[in-house]
């Protein structure tokens, strides 16, 4: 099993739709979650941190579910500057003072004109 | 003024071979790393430095070999390269006095051997 699942998409959606990726971790001892993107033969950027309170930044909410070990990413009013490959991220247990991150291999999403 | 640059950005070579990849972050970040992302675009770390000291090693052949000058380079060398190390290498750094979850990527290095 994966550690950290998620469905490969695409996901095609017209612009100003809402979006929805999910992704769930197998680690029961991760401590942070992160979604980061990654556009096309680039390299990822970190999009937002996860809480356990779940957390907003513009047009993104992020929440997390630690009983179902699943993480969500929810986008409204989608752009075409959206469409990118969304990587989920599970930080492991502290390990000589340094997390190792876990990558999911990513949801690709095409937001079309 | 690139924050995380590694060179080459690509790199095409016969197996066999023993190439390097080079890495450097001008942020004073204290942790770098290297990670593979396979065809399959899974993202694996490899290694990961703090300050000079090896500090996260995972399962790689010992044909990998990191090596960190000082805390704003990590270079990557890799003996007798073979068809299986085709992939995207990142190298990445993090800020001090965190847990290492803000990675800042190089634009990677596209390894193709042949």
């Known amino acids: 099993r994966k550690e950290v699942e998620q469905d490969p998409g695409p996901f095609n959606v017209p612009e100003g739709a809402t979006v929805a990726f999910n992704c769930t971790y197998s680690n029961s001892a991760s401590q942070s979650f992160f979604w980061y993107r990654q556009d096309c033969r680039k390299e990822p950027k970190l999009l937002m941190s996860?809480?356990?309170s779940g957390n907003e930044d513009g047009r993104f909410t992020a929440q997390l579910n630690r009983a179902s070990q699943y993480i969500s990413l929810l986008i409204r009013d989608s752009k075409l500057s959206d469409s990118a490959t969304y990587l989920c991220?599970?930080?492991?247990?502290?390990?000589?003072?340094?997390?190792?991150?876990?990558f999911g291999s990513g949801t690709r999403l095409q937001v079309q004109p | 003024d690139t924050a995380v640059s590694q060179t080459p950005k690509y790199l095409v070579t016969q197996m066999g071979n023993d190439k390097s990849i080079k890495c450097e972050q001008n942020l004073g970040h204290d942790t770098m790393y290297w990670y593979k992302q396979d065809s399959k675009k899974f993202l694996k770390i490899m290694f990961s430095?703090?300050?000079?000291?090896?500090?996260i090693n995972e399962t790689v052949p010992n044909r990998f070999s990191p090596k960190s000058p000082d805390k704003a380079h990590l270079n990557l060398h890799i003996n007798s390269l073979e068809l299986g190390d085709s992939a995207v290498y990142f190298c990445?750094?993090?800020?001090?006095?965190?847990?290492?979850?803000?990675?800042?990527f190089g634009s990677g290095t596209q390894l193709s051997v042949l």
């Open positions: 990445a750094s993090s800020p001090p006095g965190g847990a290492g979850e803000k990675l800042f």
């Open positions: 430095y703090n300050n000079k000291e090896l500090i």
């Open positions: 991220v599970a930080g492991g247990p502290m390990d000589t003072g340094r997390r190792a991150l876990t």
């Open positions: 996860v809480y356990s």
